[in-house]
């Protein structure tokens, strides 16, 4: 049986997050991206290879090349996670905000 990794498990990683930025700003080949670390390729390539399983990153062929561009569906996925959980500790920094300010100053 196959185990599918989820964008969870892919941004877990400190070297995948860099990699997901790297490539949100331009589509990368593969040894443009290892070229940015000081890993191996084979190391870069397997990190590449978590991302694009979990569907963070497409692939497109251009000639010989490879590039990797991010799909922004798949961060929508981390963010619509995210959204609830913000919106809850904006509501309760907002009550401490409030509460702070209408504490009197001791001096």
């Known amino acids: ?25 331009q589509a990368m080949t593969p040894g443009a991206i290892a070229e940015e670390f000081d890993f191996s390729r084979q190391t870069i390539s397997k990190h590449i290879q978590i991302l694009t ?7 497109e ?14 961060l929508k996925e981390i963010a619509n996670f995210i959204e609830p959980y913000r919106k809850m500790w904006d509501e ?3 009550k401490l905000e409030t509460i702070m300010k209408n504490q009197p100053n001791k001096a």
């Not at 399983?53 to 692939?59: A, G, P, V, Y």
């Open 1 to 25: 049986m196959k185990l599918r990794r989820d964008v969870f498990q892919a941004i877990a990683d400190p070297t995948r997050r860099v990699i997901i930025s790297m490539v949100a700003v």
């Open 61 to 74: 062929q251009t000639g010989r090349e490879i590039y990797y561009h991010l799909n922004p569906e798949k």
């Open 92 to 94: 309760r920094f907002d």
């Open 53 to 59: 399983e979990c569907e963070l990153l497409k692939q």
